[in-house]
């Protein structure tokens, strides 16, 4: 990414400099950690589902108590600076994932094209393409086999894979 400078963008700079308002920032709002994933007791295959956590709002992809969500939430998992690169579940689009693995932001991400609406018309979000499962019975029944990575990402290579 070039040489770092004082005019260089938080986003742009390693995860270890960043402060806590920038750390935050980095998010784009997806909602695609906040899914419910199953584990194979067996092999260990981590599968995902298009089941969402009790906090996520379905509309909007954002957390409906993000202050309050360790304690309603406890498995809710923190992403830290240390455990951004090594958590095998997150998206391939996630902020967090792309800077620990020194990879640059999408076109995408509202830090570098300014529009916070552009996560979901890129299909990145999960806003309104997710089921709570307060509404859900048996969350094996919504196993996406293919993974939430299949049917959004456009490479540029026109079929939409
Ligand atoms: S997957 Fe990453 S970028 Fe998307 S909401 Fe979760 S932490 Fe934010
Ligand atoms: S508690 Fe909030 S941030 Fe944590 S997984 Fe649930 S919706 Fe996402």
Redesign the pocket.
Known sequence: MGTLTEETPFWERPLGTLDDAEWEALCDGC?Q???IKLEDADTGAIYDTDV??????VCTA?????SN??A??P???QMTRENAGTLPWLPATCAYRLRAEGKPLPEWHYLVCGDREAVVRAGISVAGRVISEDEVDAIEDHVCIEGFDAIRVDDGDGDGA
């Open positions: 909602g950690c906040c899914l969402a956590c009790t906090l996520l709002d954002r957390c409906s108590d993000y969500r360790k309603k939430v498995d809710c998992q």
